[in-house]
């Protein structure tokens, strides 16, 4: 059985050890906490949408998430030139198809996206049957999540609805994600041991917070402090 708490200490040890640069287009109510907990788990984040910049910073950085939370026109082109730049230099690059089951639009437009092989795919239930069937590697967030790859899966049962209740946390999971795979050649493995960090660092932050208020700060003190010896004694993980 494959260790996955050592496989995700290991994987925290090289993303703290090189601090790897990772673009978030993500949308407009998820920047500051995206930002955060990428600085605590140890990645160095940039969020700027601006489509005359984006080229530049996709090609000095290490991994892209493409969030379609809150879309415009303008977020349209600025994601177009940077999965084309990430595809130009072999970049491993995450969606997070935000909403994409209540907008034809918006679904049309992630369908396009999917065409360009997605290294990973965060979202819920609703927009995965809306998606439907892909090949790219599935995490499907729940009361217990699943990331897919055929007939290849693994469940995490270490959420917590607080998590829920915080503006952002999923998108920001997704940077969380996007941030492994940026360190580790296998995106199975990445989107496991990133979600595996969040999910237990929730767990974590559920056990000293009074409410949504509280969690997210020592959400972020269990993300930065996050070690081998907590994923081991907590991780609740199948496959």
């Known amino acids: 059985m494959t260790d996955w708490p050592s496989r ?15 673009h978030c287009l993500t949308n407009a109510v998820a920047p500051e906490l995206t930002a955060n907990m990428l600085l605590a788990i140890g990645a160095q984040p940039s969020v700027t949408w601006n489509h005359t910049e984006i ?16 879309l415009t026109e303008d977020r349209k082109k600025s994601i177009d030139i940077a999965v084309n730049e990430a595809a130009r230099v072999g970049m491993p690059w995450v969606l997070d198809p935000v909403k994409v089951h209540r907008s034809p639009r918006r679904l ?9 092989e997605p290294s990973i795919i965060r979202c819920n239930a609703d927009e995965a049957a809306a998606l439907g069937e892909t090949p790219a590697i599935k995490v499907i967030t729940g009361a217990i999540d699943r ?3 055929g007939d290849c899966v693994v469940e995490i049962a270490n959420g917590n609805p607080l998590m829920d209740r915080v503006t952002a946390m999923g998108c920001a999971g997704s940077a969380v ?16 041991c990133g979600l595996l ?6 767990d974590i932050a559920a056990s000293r917070a009074e409410g ?28």
């Open 8 to 22: 995700t200490a290991a994987a925290l040890e090289k993303i703290r050890k090189f601090r790897p640069r990772v």
């Open 55 to 70: 080229a530049d910073f996709i090609a000095s950085s290490q991994a892209l998430l493409v969030n379609l939370g809150t």
């Open 108 to 116: 049309d437009f992630a369908h396009n996206l999917l065409a360009q």
């Open 147 to 149: 990331i897919e790859q």
């Open 177 to 192: 994600i996007t941030t492994f795979a940026a360190v580790l050649d296998d995106p199975f493995e990445a989107a496991v």
């Open 197 to 202: 960090a969040v999910n237990v660092a929730g």
């Open 212 to 239: 949504p208020g509280s969690f997210k700060p020592q959400f972020l003190d269990a993300l930065f402090n996050l070690d081998a010896r907590t994923l081991a004694a907590r991780a609740k993980v199948t496959a």
